[in-house]
T-cell receptor, first 115, second 112 residues
């Protein structure tokens, strides 16, 4: 099956700094990638939809200037959490679609802790 | 809008028994449904999917049933094993390449 790799799996950063999370489709080209946020014992909440070569579409309530998304190639999307605060601590997950099927393939997630 | 929800937050079953996890959705236009399994600290793992033109689909030890009349989806796991312990999410979408809406999640706990 298709593999989506997310890096890093864990990151701890200081308040006020920025953190970049990478999402790569290893064996397929992803026309669309999605970024989710998940709080403990909660469901996945979609943050934004990222299409290669165009601006990301953010869900209501998600600050696009705080959560910068770049989808520069068909195999890589990045999420940068800018000026991180402790309340940004969460589990961030990406998924990718091939464009030929609706099934989405998920990365292993990134645990962000802001101290 | 779309909302997808699960009826119960937790389910405890004896090893070897069958498990049934239920899910309700609100958007009658939803045409594609997926069940995911998520283990602690990991991303969701695809289990099985079903399109709205089907009522039932079987995989290895898993079966998904879709009742469009009452907008209900279920996941059946046969001979539940300790490795099945995880949080299970249903998700729904409308159309191709459309964003998924996830249910709240149900924790399946398997007793040895």
């Amino acid at each position: 099956g298709a593999v989506v790799s997310q890096h890093p799996s864990r990151v701890i950063c200081k308040s006020g700094t920025s953190v970049k999370i990478e999402c790569r489709s290893l064996d397929f080209q992803a026309t669309t990638m999605f970024w989710y946020r998940q709080f403990p014992k909660q469901s996945l909440m979609l943050m934004a939809t990222s299409n290669e070569g165009s601006k990301a579409t953010y869900e209501q309530g998600v600050e696009k200037d705080k959560f910068l998304i770049n989808h520069a190639s068909l195999t890589l999307s990045t999420l940068t959490v800018t000026s991180a605060h402790p309340e940004d601590s969460s589990f961030y997950i990406c998924s990718a679609e091939t464009g030929q099927a609706t099934e989405a393939f998920f990365g292993q997630g990134t645990r962000l802790t802001v101290v | 809008g779309e909302s997808v929800g699960l009826h119960l937050p937790t389910l405890s079953v004896q090893e070897g028994d069958n498990s049934i996890i239920n899910c309700a959705y609100s958007n009658s236009a939803s045409d594609y449904f997926i069940w995911y399994k998520q283990e602690s600290g990991k991303g969701p793992q695809f289990i099985i999917d079903i399109r709205s033109n089907m009522d039932k689909r079987q995989g290895q030890r898993v079966t998904v049933l879709l009742n469009k009349t009452v907008k209900h989806l279920s996941l059946q796991i046969a001979a539940t094993q300790p490795g099945d312990s995880a949080v299970y999410f249903c998700a729904a979408t409308t159309g191709a390449n459309s964003k998924l809406t996830f249910g709240k999640g149900i924790t399946l706990s398997v007793r040895p």
